[in-house]
């Protein structure tokens, strides 16, 4: 059984900085693509990252590019987001995936963790 959780979620200061951890456990995760996504209140889940199963190719929604690294340790099972320079339009609860197709669409996902919350504060 596929489980990914997430962690690193907080409150901080537009312009600062937070690192997301998503451990994946339950499938073998270097075989497998992975992305983040996130869900603003009121909103649908949208698409922020995605990296493939090596680290070697990455793709970044355009409102975060340049500003957010995904990246991956596959020794540790786990995929990081590090989110800099953040914005008021940037909190949200931040889902990790994993991605068996479409890169930016949720319905190329099949699995997903229970989220972390972010908070920016102007």
């Known amino acids: 059984q596929v489980q990914l959780v997430e962690s690193g979620g907080g409150l901080v200061q537009a312009g600062g900085s937070l690192r997301l951890s998503c451990a994946a456990s339950?499938?073998?995760?270097?075989?497998?693509?992975m992305g983040w996504f996130r869900q603003a209140p009121g909103k649908e889940r949208e698409f922020v990252a995605y990296?493939?199963?090596?680290?070697?190719?990455?793709y970044y929604a355009d409102s975060v590019k340049g500003r957010f690294i995904i990246s991956r340790d596959n020794a540790k099972n786990t995929v990081y987001l590090q989110m800099n320079s953040l914005k008021p339009e940037d909190p949200a609860v931040y889902y990790c995936g994993r991605n068996l197709q479409d890169i930016a669409r949720m319905g190329g996902y099949d699995s997903w963790g229970q989220g972390t919350q972010v908070t920016v504060s102007s």
């Open positions: 990296i493939n199963w090596s680290g070697g190719y990455t």
């Open positions: 339950g499938h073998t995760f270097r075989s497998y693509a």
